[in-house]
T-cell receptor
Framework: GNSVTQMEGPVTLSEEAFLTINCTYTATGYPSLFWYVQYPGEGLQLLLKATKADDKGSNKGFEATYRKETTSFHLEKGSVQVSDSAVYFCALRNTGGFKTIFGAGTRLFVKA | GAGVSQSPSNKVTEKGKDVELRCDPISGHTALYWYRQSLGQGLEFLIYFQGNSAPDKSGLPSDRFSAERTGGSVSTLTIQRTQQEDSAVYLC???????????FGDGTRLSIL
């Protein structure tokens, strides 16, 4: 079946550090891939997405590249800020599907 | 408001009681989804609606759970005879069409004593 595996947290970084949150997936066909973010006390928000191999999604300084050969969609940011502290969820949805499968989430703490 | 609205934001109830959770999707969104976010469990898909129809109810955890949607808009998730393991944040999302990005509400935090 379809599944998403992401690195366990929490991840603690200092401001301006480089961020990588690993995400790998298992899916039949060619899924669309997503990163969602959940800020403290808020609901989930779509951060970025990629719908086919080699696509790069980007938003708010975050990037992730759809790598079919390694079935990965790692989230990166060159310089994190305290305001980036949140829980990040990697997710997939199969082509023509409706159900989004989420990873367990990775909590990020950024210290000033 | 332009976003997905859920109510109540918090609900505390005794084991064995019934609860109703409400979701008001973004106007015009035809698809609506319910998820459960349990502590340490990640996000679990429960059910989706296309219009007022829920073609697949197999994601509901037990027959104590039911959901309906009326007028292609508001949806209610009902849990009967609540158990402690039902304690979680219940998230609702909507999208313009089934395959479009989903917009989430802030969730209802349900605590069963």
């Amino acid at each position: 079946g379809n599944s998403v595996t992401q690195m366990e947290g929490p991840v603690t970084l200092s401001e301006e550090a480089f961020l990588t949150i690993n995400c790998t997936y298992t899916a039949t066909g060619y899924p669309s891939l997503f990163w969602y973010v959940q800020y403290p006390g808020e609901g989930l928000q779509l951060l970025l997405k990629a719908t086919k191999a080699d696509d790069k999604g980007s938003n708010k300084g975050f990037e992730a590249t759809y790598r079919k050969e390694t079935t990965s969609f790692h989230l990166e940011k060159g310089s994190v800020q305290v305001s980036d502290s949140a829980v990040y969820f990697c997710a997939l949805r199969n082509t023509g599907g409706f159900k989004t499968i989420f990873g367990a989430g990775t909590r990020l703490f950024v210290k000033a | 408001g332009a976003g997905v609205s859920q109510s109540p934001s918090n609900k505390v109830t005794e084991k064995g009681k019934d609860v109703e959770l409400r979701c008001d999707p973004i106007s015009g969104h035809t698809a609506l989804y319910w998820y459960r976010q349990s502590l340490g469990q990640g996000l679990e898909f429960l059910i989706y609606f296309q219009g007022n129809s829920a073609p697949d109810k197999s994601g509901l955890p037990s027959d104590r759970f039911s959901a309906e949607r009326t007028g292609g808009s508001v949806s209610t998730l009902t849990i009967q005879r609540t158990q402690q393991e039902d304690s979680a944040v219940y998230l609702c999302a909507s999208s313009e069409e089934l395959n479009q990005p989903q917009h989430f509400g802030d969730g209802t935090r349900l605590s069963i004593l």
